[in-house]
Structures are given as structure tokens and as C-alpha cells.
């Protein structure tokens, strides 16, 4: 019997050689790096935010790029029976708000633990420092021979009929993903979609993020508009840093307009109060400055504020400039109207002076891959070449955050297995 050969010991190669083990298959698994799984080491915070245990119309609806692709490979492996799997491998587990499953000790050592336990017990062979180089390919261009690969800077060949490419994508590329299998899909003449960073942070340009850095707002609604049309307009959370924004919302505005950030003019304002409409933003205001009409606005607003904002509120709406220094103290009671007016709108609209996405250091997930076209759904297996399968990141497939993104790596995993399974029997 043949060994099949995994390229990438990722949480996809990882869980599909256990898969192909516990059918008695021979596998290998060819993992560039000194150890398996770095990644899967580092997600959910160190928690590793396995799955997402939602419906398949949830999942569906999570994935932003080729959702329909992802059908069968769902239906294949849905959340449920992953997490029975898992506690049937040996990991409690637990899920929390928003279905988002992690194993019960708040550990990914202990998910990557289990696997590489259940790796070593099943015979699957790992062979770690070992970069593949190349996809070998039969002189008819028809089916796979073999893979070359690179170990303690010496050339091999590891012939095989089944290689199972698992290479992630682009993003975090100190845990090994810096688009290896991209490039061999390139060379075998396979279309690779353009990729970019995805769930990922935003820069902004001047100093007012800087500003703020570290100041995290809850419930803040974030607006992307090109022109009047809305692109993008969510609420949730995020966080000023020393170069841009952060957080929840900005990540996910990342994966959904991200590709356009740079491309087109967009604008970008955040609404502070989304729950409390204009008129009641202008009742409070006037309140606290009719309250104490000789105190400095700045110690005025100040209930209504967080603290670190309200300095660059007021230097927005034109208080406080340097130049001007009987403004830097102005009095509740010289507050004109069209100054009341400018505060509140930039309270509901306050301009976030977006220039681009961070780099692929900081992306949660790589946007692009290897196109679906290429591949087969119910087999992940290219169409052109015989023997040749495509799971996980490298794939042109992603979601949001909450466990979606492990889940297509196990789906697409157990889908490529089932499929060499059936072929064989
Ligand atoms: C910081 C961070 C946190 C995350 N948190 C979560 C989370 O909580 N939940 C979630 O669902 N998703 C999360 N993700 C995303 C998730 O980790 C990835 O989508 C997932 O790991 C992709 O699995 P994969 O097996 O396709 O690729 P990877 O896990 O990237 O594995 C690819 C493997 O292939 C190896 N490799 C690459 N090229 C070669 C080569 N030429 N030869 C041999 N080996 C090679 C690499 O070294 C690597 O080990 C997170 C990502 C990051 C960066």
C-alpha cells in the first residue's frame, strides 16, 4: 500500500492524516517547520477557538469568500460531529457566547496535544524540517508522481500517487504559511486568486489614532461609504492603537470591504452613541453646559466622554488648536450653537482617516488562494491533475472570526479523506 503524503502539518494536514490513519492508511506528513501545528498553537489568544457550533446557514453565512463551495464539505463534517470527535479523542471542550467552542481548559496545547497524540498512536509518519519544494507531476501531465522536498539543505523525492496539499495561506508567516503551495499551484498552470491580508487591522494617517492609542469602545457602530452608497455598517467593538484602529468591527470590515481599502475613495466614521439619537446627545449637551456655564468645556464634557477622545473631539471641531490659546480654556457659557453642533456630529460621525490594511504579519487569515474552480467540492481534489488535493487556507476561502476558519480547515480535510478513502475501495 502506498504512503499518501501530506504537504503541511497545519490543523488540516494534521487532522486529515489522522482521518487516513484510522483507515489504515499509510501517510506521511511533511511539515517544514521543527514541530507540527505552530499555528493552531497561537489561535483564539492561545485558546484555540476550534469550531463555531452553529447551523449550516450560520457557517455559510460566516464565510465571505465562496460560502457555496463549502456545502458538501459542511455536510461532511458539521461543528456538532467535529466536537464529538474531539471528545471522543480525548478533549472537553466547552462553547461559549456566540457557539464559539474552545477546549474546556482554555488551552490550544491541549487541541494540538490530542492531535499530535492521536498522530503518533495511529502511525502517521511526520517528518518535521522537511520544505517541499515542488509537485511532481507524470511526463503525460496527467496525475502526480511525487513530491521533492529539502532537509538539512539536501534535495529528495518522496514518490507517491496522493499528495494532499495543506500549506495555509500567507498570513502570520513566522508559523511556517508563507504561500508555498500557492507557488506550486502557480507552476502546475492552476489559477490563484490575488491575495491580500484579511481580518486584520486598519492604519490611519496624522496622529489622532496615536492619540487615543489603547482606548477600546463597545458599541460603537463603524460606517464605510463609497460615495452616499453604505459598504459596510456594523456594530461591535474596537480599539485605537499607535497606528490605526483594531478590534472586532474592524476586523470584520476588513474581510468584507478590505479588498477596496486603497482602491477607492471610501470614507470611514464611527458613530460613539449609536443607541442615543441626536436631539437626546443635544439635550445632555446643553444640560452639562447650562450646569456649570463657568467651567472649561473640556471638564465639562467630560461625563459624556471618554477621556483620552475627548481632547481630539474638541481639536476636530477646532477647540483647542495650539495656535489659538484663549480657545484651549474655553468656558461652557462662550459655547456657540454652531460649535454644539459640530460636537454632535462628530459624535455620530467621527472620521476615521483610513490609508490601508496591515501587513500579513497581522491577518488572522489570508483572503485569495487557490481558486475553487480548480478544485472539486465533493472531493477537493483538482480537477487537472489526477492524485492532487487542495484543503484548508490555501484554498481561496475564508470567514470571519468565531471558529469558521478551523472549521473549513477540518471540513475540507475530512472531505479530501473521504473522497482517497472511497477511491480506494
Ligand atoms: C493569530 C491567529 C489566530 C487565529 N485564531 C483562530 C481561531 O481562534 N479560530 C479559527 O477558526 N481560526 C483562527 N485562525 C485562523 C486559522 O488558524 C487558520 O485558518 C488555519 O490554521 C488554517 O489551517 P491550515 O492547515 O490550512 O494552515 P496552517 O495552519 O497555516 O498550516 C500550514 C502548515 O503547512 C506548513 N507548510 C507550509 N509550506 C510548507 C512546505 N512547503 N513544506 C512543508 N510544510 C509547509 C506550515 O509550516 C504550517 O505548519 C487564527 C489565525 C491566526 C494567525
Known amino acids: 500500500m502506498e504512503r499518501i503524503v501530506i504537504v503541511g502539518g497545519g490543523a488540516a494536514g494534521m487532522f486529515a492524516s489522522i482521518l487516513l490513519a484510522e483507515a489504515g492508511r499509510k501517510v506521511t506528513v511533511l511539515e517544514r517547520n521543527e514541530k507540527t501545528g505552530k499555528k493552531l498553537y497561537i489561535t483564539g489568544k492561545g485558546r484555540c477557538n476550534f469550531t463555531n457550533a452553529c447551523t449550516r446557514d450560520e457557517f455559510l453565512e460566516a464565510v465571505v469568500t465562496n460560502p457555496r463551495f463549502l456545502y458538501s464539505a459542511f455536510d461532511r463534517l458539521p461543528p456538532a460531529e467535529l466536537i464529538e470527535t474531539f471528545e471522543k479523542w480525548g478533549l472537553k471542550t466547552k462553547v461559549e457566547r456566540g457557539r464559539r467552542a474552545f477546549p474546556a481548559s482554555d488551552k490550544s496545547a491541549d487541541v494540538l496535544d490530542m492531535l499530535r497524540g492521536r498522530m503518533k498512536r495511529l502511525g502517521v509518519e511526520v517528518i518535521t524540517g522537511a ?7 507524470s511526463g503525460d501531465m496527467h496525475s502526480v508522481v511525487g513530491v521533492h522536498y529539502e532537509i538539512d539543505g539536501k534535495q529528495r523525492i518522496f514518490p507517491t500517487n496522493t499528495v494532499i496539499i495543506a500549506t495555509g495561506g500567507l498570513s502570520y508567516p513566522s508559523t511556517g504559511s508563507t504561500g508555498d503551495g500557492l507557488t506550486f499551484a502557480k507552476k502546475l498552470g492552476l489559477a490563484v486568486k490575488d491575495c491580500r491580508p484579511s481580518l486584520v487591522p486598519f492604519d490611519c494617517a496624522g496622529d489622532i489614532c ?24 456594523e456594530f461591535g467593538e474596537m480599539l485605537f492603537t499607535h497606528f490605526g484602529v483594531s478590534g472586532p468591527l474592524v476586523l470584520t470590515a476588513s474581510a468584507k470591504i478590505g479588498g477596496k481599502i486603497g482602491k477607492e475613495e471610501l470614507s470611514f466614521t464611527v458613530d460613539l452613541k449609536p443607541a442615543v439619537s441626536v436631539e437626546e446627545l443635544d439635550q445632555r449637551m446643553r444640560g452639562l453646559l447650562e450646569e456649570s456655564p463657568t467651567k472649561a468645556l473640556k471638564n465639562a464634557l467630560a461625563p459624556m466622554y471618554p477621556s483620552s477622545l475627548l481632547p481630539v473631539l474638541l481639536e476636530l471641531a477646532g477647540v483647542d488648536r495650539k495656535e489659538n490659546e484663549t480657545d484651549r480654556d474655553l468656558r461652557c457659557a462662550d459655547v456657540t450653537r454652531g460649535l454644539r453642533e459640530e460636537l454632535l ?54 470567514a470571519l472570526t468565531g471558529g469558521y476558519n478551523l472549521q473549513i480547515a477540518w471540513s475540507t480535510a475530512a472531505q479530501a479523506v473521504a473522497a482517497i478513502l472511497s477511491q480506494e475501495e
Open 131 to 137: 520544505r517541499v519544494t515542488e509537485i511532481l507531476i
Open 210 to 233: 496615536r492619540q487615543m492609542s489603547g482606548l477600546a469602545l463597545k458599541n460603537v457602530e463603524l460606517t464605510v461609504k463609497k460615495g452616499k452608497k453604505v459598504l459596510f455598517s
Open 345 to 398: 456630529r462628530l459624535t455620530k460621525a467621527f472620521p476615521l482617516p483610513v490609508t490601508g490594511l496591515r501587513g500579513y504579519e497581522e491577518a488572522v487569515v489570508t483572503q485569495g488562494g487557490v481558486s475553487v474552480k480548480e478544485i472539486d467540492p465533493k472531493t477537493m481534489a483538482c480537477k487537472k491533475y489526477e492524485g492532487l488535493y487542495f484543503i484548508g487556507e490555501v484554498l481561496d476561502l475564508d
